[in-house]
């Protein structure tokens, strides 16, 4: 059974970094693709940035070129460095995982299609 752990979220000034962390420790297979989503208050669950299984990320618009997403298969860990951090960018963080039988070529952000979740990491930027 995978379950997911997140680490490394904080409260930073505007223009800092994070560096979040997700560990599976059930492992997760190489053929997943895995995700990083975000959810502020009052505000819907969103994708931030998608590896898949041949290392093909998509990142959302509104961090592209300040978020980058990568992945250690062999630490079954995934990572989001968080640099130019903007007070728009206060969330709970999570980690999420696409498990299929087969590799995983998507780089799709829509939340129901990832299956297993984390309990979240909270990030809060000030202005």
């Known amino acids: 059974q995978v379950r997911l752990a997140e680490s490394g979220g904080g409260s930073v000034q505007a223009g800092g970094s994070l560096r979040l962390s997700c560990v599976s420790s059930g492992g997760t297979a190489s053929r997943y693709c895995l995700g990083w989503f975000r959810q502020a208050p009052g505000k819907e669950r969103e994708g931030v940035a998608i590896i898949n299984a041949g290392g093909n990320t998509q990142v959302a618009d509104s961090v592209k070129g300040r978020f980058t997403i990568s992945r250690d298969n062999a630490k079954s860990e995934l990572y989001l460095q968080m640099n130019s951090l903007k007070p728009g960018d206060t969330a709970m963080y999570y980690c999420?995982?696409?498990?299929?039988?087969?590799?995983?070529?998507?780089?799709?952000?829509?939340?129901?299609?990832?299956?297993?979740w984390g309990q979240g990491t909270q990030v809060t930027v000030s202005s």
């Open positions: 999420a995982v696409r498990r299929t039988l087969h590799s995983c070529s998507s780089t799709s952000m829509e939340t129901g299609q990832y299956n297993v």
